[in-house]
């Protein structure tokens, strides 16, 4: 494990500045706050948090599909915010994203043929019958039929459609896959088999994932080891195990809790006070003490670190370790 | 314009789909029988809001010399003493047998009068619908593409400023300008023999050109369709910059812009009376506002429905554009048959 990690991810951070209303003064908020993390060859890395906590900014960085306010992405040792646009184009090959949304992330004036003949085309792959061979096998990878090829994106299905996204972003047989929320859209039945599907072609390909969900218990089905964001921080990252048994970070906990438990009748939810900060003002501190119960003094005066409390478990909380790693 | 794989299937498909939509005898035989309720309404409206405004035909006709006997047995010989009711019913008649009547002022055919004059509308219209809408989707694509910096804000004011001015104001300027400065083109377009052909064209073009708030809607459409999620898919695909914009952007941009350039089209029928008095031109823009300053009842008629007739046609062309255009419309036709 001592080797360089497939991708790292280096104080990353994005602000995203808005002209708030009539004093057209220029007002700023950050979206990802000074992320640092890495992602091993093979593994699955959950990532997950509340809706609007940066994941999706945070993948789009990870592919360069934005530019960063700072820090860096190292893929394989070189960080990609410093390469000119051909070998980035070179790069993208190994780099891929499934968008959330199948039905706005294909283009409509394009039938199948051509989203999936593209990416041969920018990378300059293949002959005409190599590129056919190739997109049959992967159509055929992810069930559909090349009688589709061509069908227009609107005559398919959520399911196919997703599916038609995930062979594209294998197209150039990549190492890395974002999956940003990919199944969110799809109706349950379909997401397990969308998951099952991404898992299968892990094995196949030998994939190294970064898999961005609000839905815990996919993340929990499919990670190896899971990031916790909140507000545009990384608050937690444990192995899968010690994350989902041993939580640390009061937001974590409160996250746990908030998943539905049919056995758990009567329960009694850990229901966090207030809602989510102002991203223009933020809290001084640690950016969750509003809302959490355990915060003292301190967390509102100096933000905490992300420090590792043994075993590669990180977490940002002054008081880790108060709950004795129980979700209420 | 695709630079795509299967350039050839490209072409094959919109050649089928033009079969097709030539064989969808039903659509276009439904579309053409609605026609015919319009241009009944039409042809009502014109007739009655014409014999509306003050002046009779035959005192213009006959001059300020004129005595009532004169102008009575003018009234008797071109059937314009009956009732105004039984006039129309007359004309109706005759409209069904495709007679449009005698011009009063030129003493012709109505029919043969317009249909001499209508190449050079059409022409002017089709001219300057093309050169514009080029013209206009190039600067809205740089100017979305320089969103907020300063080619964008000049493309901006420049289209506000054109779409602003009435026609007849930039024709003017545009005379001012290329004719009395520049001495490019005539003042007068019908006077001048021996011109070269563009010559007769360059000013109602670029009064045209100038006019067309089509620049506008590019740039908007193309910032629309640039924060879809598919072109974000493309940049992941490692597609340039410039692959993104004419590619993916472009072609999706164009659907709103079709429908533009056709309700376009449309207008510059009728826009066509203020280009061409002003340019002087002979077509049946001129033809029509001659006819109302002498009030030449049958001509205004004739040459209304004329306009209208194209109205309506442009209508039809944009339908089966969109369809070229946009597959999902294309292959929804597919799914029928």
Known sequence: MNSEPLIRIEGLTKQFSISRGKNLRKAKFTAVNNVSFDINKGEVFGLVGESGCGKSTLALLTLRLMEPSGGAVYYKGRNIFDLKYNAMRVIRRDLQIVFQDPYDSLDPRFNLQQIMEEPFIIQKQGSRRERSERIAQLLDAVGLGTQLLNRYPHQLSGGQRQRLCIARSLALSPEFLVCDEAVASLDVSIQAQIINLLLDLKEEFGLTYMFISHNLAVVKFVSDRVGVMYFGNLVELADKENLFGNVQHPYTAALLSAVPDPFGAGKRRDVLRSGVPSLIDPPGGCVFHPRCKYATERCSREAPCLRDIGGGHLVACHRAGIMNGEVK | ?337
């Open chain 2, 1 to 337: 314009m695709r630079v795509l794989p299967g350039k050839g299937r490209t072409l094959i498909a919109v050649v089928r789909h033009t079969l097709r939509l030539l064989l969808m005898k039903r659509f276009i035989l439904t579309r053409l029988l609605f026609t015919i309720p319009t241009l009944l309404g039409v042809f009502i409206v014109v007739f009655f809001v014409i014999r509306m405004i003050p002046g009779d035909p035959a005192a213009v006709m006959l001059g300020p010399t004129a005595t009532q006997s004169q102008i009575e047995v003018y009234r008797a010989a071109h059937g314009l003493d009956k009732p105004v009711i039984v006039q129309f019913f007359l004309a109706l008649s005759n409209l069904f047998k495709g007679d449009l009547g005698m011009s009063l002022s030129h003493n012709k055919q109505v029919l043969g009068l317009v249909l001499r004059r209508l190449p050079d509308t059409v022409e002017l219209a089709f001219t300057g619908i093309i050169i514009g809408t080029v013209f206009a989707v190039i600067l809205g694509v740089i100017a979305a593409s320089f969103r907020g910096k300063w080619p964008d804000l000049l493309i901006i004011f420049y289209s506000t400023l054109g779409m602003s001015l009435p026609t007849f104001y930039i024709g003017l300027w545009v005379l001012v300008i290329f004719a009395l400065k520049l001495g490019l083109i005539p003042v007068v377009t019908n006077m001048a023999t021996g011109l070269p052909h563009w010559k007769t064209l360059f000013g109602p073009v670029l009064t045209m050109v100038v006019g067309m708030s089509l620049a506008r809607t590019t740039r908007s459409s193309m910032l629309e369709v640039l924060q879809e999620d598919f072109i974000r898919t493309a940049r992941a695909k490692g597609v340039s910059g410039k692959g993104v914009l004419f590619k993916h952007a472009l072609g999706n941009a164009l659907i709103p812009i079709v429908t533009m350039v056709g309700y376009g089209l449309a207008i510059s029928f009728g826009g066509a009376i203020v280009l061409e008095t002003v340019f002087a031109r002979n077509g049946v823009g001129k033809l029509l506002i001659d006819a109302i300053t002498v009030r030449d009842y049958p001509l205004i008629q004739g040459a209304t429905l004329v306009i209208a007739v194209f109205m309506i046609l442009s209508n039809l062309l944009t339908d089966i554009v969109t369809g070229l255009v946009d597959p999902r419309i294309r292959v929804s036709g597919d799914d029928r048959d």
